[in-house]
C-alpha cells in the first residue's frame, strides 16, 4: 500500500503561483510514476502533469508552459509548480502513485483561482 498526501492548495487570483507538494509514504518501493490530476465541479477527472521514475514528464496542453512537475526520488515526494493561473485552473487536484500495475489516490487539495 502507498498512501499518498497532498498539500498546497489554497485560493489565489488570476495570474498568480502555488506550489503543491504530494509525499508518499509506505510500500514506496518501486514506484514506477508520480501525476497530478485535477476535477472541476460538473467535469471529469483529467490528467494535469505526470512524471516517471526516470524523470520524464508530460503535461496537459491547457497547462503546458505554466505549470512545472518535478519529483524528488530520495524524498519520495512530487510537485507541481503552478504559475500564470486562471480562473479554469480551479479545481481539486488528486496526487496519483502508480507502482506495479496499480494506482493509488491522495485525498486532494482544493485549488481556487479567482478573476
Known amino acids: 500500500q502507498v498512501q499518498p498526501v497532498e498539500s498546497g492548495g489554497g485560493l489565489v487570483q488570476a495570474g498568480g503561483s502555488l506550489r503543491l507538494s504530494c509525499a508518499a509514504s509506505?510500500?514506496?518501493?518501486?514506484?514506477?510514476?508520480m501525476g497530478w490530476y485535477r476535477q472541476a465541479p460538473g467535469k471529469q477527472r483529467e490528467l494535469v502533469a505526470a512524471?516517471?521514475?526516470?524523470?520524464?514528464?508530460n503535461y496537459a496542453d491547457s497547462v503546458k508552459g505554466r505549470f512545472t512537475i518535478s519529483r524528488d526520488n530520495a524524498k519520495n515526494t512530487v510537485y507541481l509548480q503552478m504559475n500564470s493561473l486562471k480562473p479554469e485552473d480551479t479545481a481539486v487536484y488528486y496526487c496519483?502513485?502508480?507502482?506495479?500495475?496499480?494506482?493509488?489516490w491522495g485525498q486532494g487539495t482544493q485549488v481556487t483561482v479567482s478573476s
Open positions: 496519483k502513485v502508480y507502482k506495479l500495475g496499480y494506482d493509488y
Open positions: 509506505g510500500s514506496i518501493f518501486s514506484i514506477n510514476a
Open positions: 512524471i516517471t521514475s526516470g524523470g520524464s514528464a
